[in-house]
Each structure stands twice: as structure tokens, then as C-alpha cells.
């Protein structure tokens, strides 16, 4: 079977509390809606917690992948719209630090199901431990949810400091979320881009933004998307665009040198160009 290029996504932000979740799951709901096949990594190693916010019950997470005792595909649970997801484990110190050893064959096991997966989106925890960036650096895509506080924006700046400086990562997508307006999504975006202009060589694109909802605190009281719950509400058609800008970028083509997902995918496809 020959083998095809997987979008791999990360969604990251550096603090905790911007919303990555949220965007996680809507957005690959929405992108299933486009009828792209999409897996969702829960890369909360520690605590994770994309089942409880989908209301689904994981029997096995990552934790039992690591030890042995099963493959990524033995552990997948399927969520809303057909999607997959890929659940950590809640609680489990050992989790949270692994060392790049762990991270790169973690990384290596899902090269099993890129036969079926179209797009992998990867729910990065907050922070920017080594667990963090290794998730990161081996996604195609960034996609940073940022808010239009303080700590967010300086949180984001540091983080993507160090993913350029110290990765040599320069291109990144910004999302606004939890905005009173469009134009309070473009300002944030502003405040982001001349800072980041200023002192370091990246490219920030602005991806949009997703409007502060009620609808969507009810969605997560329920455990339900938003997409899923309330699909006409401001959040719900903000995702839908947010998915439909995704699904316009364009594919790997190449492997750029360093650890990534689905990298044999890549290196197959290049060989045979």
C-alpha cells in the first residue's frame, strides 16, 4: 500500500487555561465534517483528559502503549463524528517524565496507523517541558491558541522563542481565542506579531479567531463539542472556518531532518516523486 502524507498538527499556546482542548476536539470534529480522517493525540501525558471532555471511557491509554502490554491501535477509542482519539493517562507521574528516548518511540509507534489517519492533531499540555517541545518539533503545523491576556501573550512569545532559537522552528499560526470581536482577535494578533517582528526571524500567520460563547461552557458541562452540541452557535461556525482554513494548507511533501510523525511516510513518498 503506498504510503500517503498525514497533516500533523499541534495545538499549543504555552499557559494552561487558553482553551487547546476545546480547539482540539471542535476543530477535528469540523475537519471530519470535511470527511478528512482524523485522530486526536491526548500528549497531556500526566493529565490527560480529552475522554472526560468528550464524555467517553478509555479502557487502556498511552501509559499501557509505553509498557509494552499494547499498540497505539489497541488503545484508540472513537469519538463524536467518527474521529479517534488517542487517550493519556490521568495521575501517572512516570508520564510526564520520559526522556527523549520514550518521546522519539512514542513518536515512531504511530507510524502503524497512517493508513488511516488523514490528519493528526496533537493536544499539546501547557508548559514548555521537554515532553512539550518533542510533541511540538515533530508536528507539520503549529497552531498556538492564544488569549487576550498578559500571561497569554508573554507566554506564547517565550515559547515561540525557544522553538525558533533552539529548534530552529520560524513558521507558526496564531488563533484567538475567547474574543469579544474580530477585531480583538486582529489586535491580539498585532500585539503578538510586533513583538515577535521585533526581536526574532519567524512568520506568525493569523488563522483566526473563535469568539467568547456561552454555548460552548454549556457543550463542556454537557461533555460534548460544541460542533456537536450547539452546531450554530458563534463558536461552532468559528471552528467550522478555523477547519476549513486548515484543510486548504498544504501537505508535506518532505522530511525536514529532524524527528517527526509519520516521517517514513514522508521519505516513501519523496522517493518516489
Avoid at 526581536?199 to 467568547?212: E, H, I, K, R, W
Avoid at 477547519?243 to 519523496?270: C, I, M, Y
Wanted: aromatic content about 6%; proline content about 4%; overall charge negative.
Amino acid at each position: 500500500m503506498s504510503a500517503h502524507p498525514v497533516q500533523v498538527i499541534a495545538i499549543t499556546g504555552g499557559k494552561g487555561g487558553v482553551g487547546k482542548s476545546n480547539v482540539s476536539v471542535n476543530l477535528a470534529i469540523a475537519l471530519a465534517g470535511l470527511g478528512r480522517r482524523v485522530t486526536v493525540l491526548d500528549a497531556d501525558l500526566g493529565l490527560g483528559n480529552l475522554d472526560i471532555l468528550l464524555g467517553i471511557t478509555a479502557r487502556e491509554d498511552l501509559s499501557h502503549v509505553l509498557s509494552g502490554t499494547c499498540s497505539i491501535k489497541d488503545i484508540l477509542v472513537e469519538g463524536p463524528a467518527g474521529i479517534k482519539i488517542v487517550p493519556a493517562s490521568s495521575g501517572t507521574q512516570e508520564l510526564v517524565n520520559l526522556g527523549p528516548r520514550e518521546h522519539a518511540g512514542l513518536i515512531h509507534a504511530f507510524s502503524e496507523l497512517s493508513e488511516d489517519i488523514d490528519v493528526l492533531i496533537i493536544d499539546t499540555a501547557a508548559g514548555i517541558s521537554e515532553m512539550v517541545m518533542s510533541f511540538v518539533t515533530a508536528a507539520q503545523e503549529v497552531l498556538f491558541v492564544v488569549t487576550n491576556e498578559p500571561t497569554s501573550i508573554t507566554d506564547a512569545y517565550a515559547m515561540i522563542k525557544l522553538l525558533n532559537q533552539k529548534h530552529d522552528s520560524y513558521r507558526f499560526n496564531i488563533l484567538a481565542n475567547m474574543v469579544r470581536s474580530q477585531q480583538e482577535g486582529r489586535d491580539l494578533y498585532a500585539k503578538l506579531t510586533k513583538v515577535a517582528d521585533r526581536f526574532l526571524d519567524v512568520a506568525l500567520q493569523f488563522t483566526g479567531c473563535v469568539p467568547f460563547d456561552d454555548y460552548l461552557r454549556k457543550a463542556v458541562q454537557r461533555q460534548k463539542a460544541v460542533v456537536e452540541a450547539y452546531p450554530r452557535s458563534k463558536s461552532a461556525l468559528a471552528f467550522k472556518a478555523l477547519a476549513q482554513k486548515v484543510d486548504s494548507w498544504p501537505l508535506p511533501t518532505t522530511p525536514r531532518g529532524n524527528l517527526e510523525f509519520f516521517v517514513d511516510n514522508l521519505v516513501q513518498s519523496a522517493a518516489t516523486r
